[in-house]
Every structure is written in structure tokens, then in C-alpha cells.
């Protein structure tokens, strides 16, 4: 992992230690805690519940910014923390556009992942390949082969109606 991934990451486990649950780090800075290759992190996507997140950007002295829109992807809430050397995105009530519905970012899993001055959490490996899958970018494709070298499980079948 590299020096500043971890510094950022140890700052995020810091300012995150009072809130349990309900948040998660996912992207490519989830696969990097994994212990898995997938390129550069350029930063460390942090999803929060909506009931922790302003608490969360006053911890880090934030406050929420209003991004242009985006066709993919969209946030109740949205804030970027750069004291870190790798910058965090904060997102809660995160969604991606898929077909023309837009679809909650629901996770289904927890791990906790020790890192040197404390714990991030992020989804399980199957998670990641589900999240990975349904973004469907050009870049998630490298992050859904590294998860499947690594062993990752598929996702489980979605539930039929």
C-alpha cells in the first residue's frame, strides 16, 4: 500500500472512531484494505448512513458541496476532505443511474479491517464485485478481474420478484 493511501487511511479510522457503524469505504481504496492490486488509488470514497453524516463532515471541519450532476452517479449529500494526502469523497444517501432508475447504493455486508491507529470497514469481497458490476465504468473492469483473481465470490443471485 502506499505510504500516503495509508497515512489517509489512518486519518479517516481517527476521525471515523466514534461512529460504530453504518459507514463503509468502498472503491478502490476498499480493494487496496483487501490487500488487492487494482491501480492508483486517487481517493478514498467514504459512504456514510444519512443519520451519521453531518456529525461525520463536522468531525472533519467540512461542510457539504454541490457538485454538478452527474450521469452515473448522485448523492443527498456530498463532501470532499483534503487534509488527508489522499483526498476523501464523503457520500450518504449515494445512488447510480441504472437505465433510466436510479437505484440506492445498499450494501450488504461489514468487514472490519484493522489499519495501524485504528479500524476502517469496508463491504465484503462479493459486495465489491456486485457495487464494481452495477457502476459498469471502464475502470471498474480492471478492480472486477483483480477481485476474481483474488478469489472473491460471486455476488449472490438477486432476489426474483
Given amino acids: 500500500m502506499a505510504p500516503d493511501l495509508r497515512v489517509a487511511l489512518q486519518d479517516v479510522a481517527r476521525v471515523m472512531a466514534p461512529f460504530p457503524r453504518h459507514w463503509w469505504i468502498i472503491g478502490s481504496a476498499a480493494l487496496a484494505l483487501h490487500g488487492i492490486r487494482a491501480g492508483t488509488v486517487q481517493d478514498i470514497d467514504l459512504l456514510v448512513d444519512e443519520s451519521l453524516v453531518a456529525a461525520v463532515l463536522a468531525r472533519m471541519g467540512i461542510a457539504p458541496l ?11 449529500v456530498f463532501a470532499r ?3 488527508p494526502p489522499v483526498p476523501v469523497e464523503v457520500m450518504a444517501g449515494f445512488q447510480v443511474r441504472v437505465g433510466d432508475q436510479w437505484r440506492t447504493v445498499a450494501l450488504r455486508s461489514r468487514e472490519r479491517i484493522e489499519i495501524e491507529g485504528g479500524a476502517s470497514f469496508v463491504p465484503d469481497r462479493s459486495d465489491l464485485l456486485s457495487l464494481f458490476g ?5 475502470k471498474d473492469g480492471p478492480r472486477i478481474a483483480a ?3 483474488a478469489g472473491a465470490p460471486p455476488p449472490p443471485a438477486a432476489p426474483t420478484r
Fill in 66 to 76: 454541490k457538485p454538478a450532476p452527474d450521469p452515473l452517479f448522485r448523492s443527498a
Fill in 81 to 83: 476532505w483534503i487534509a
Fill in 134 to 138: 452495477l457502476f459498469g465504468r471502464a
Fill in 147 to 149: 477481485l476474481e483473481r
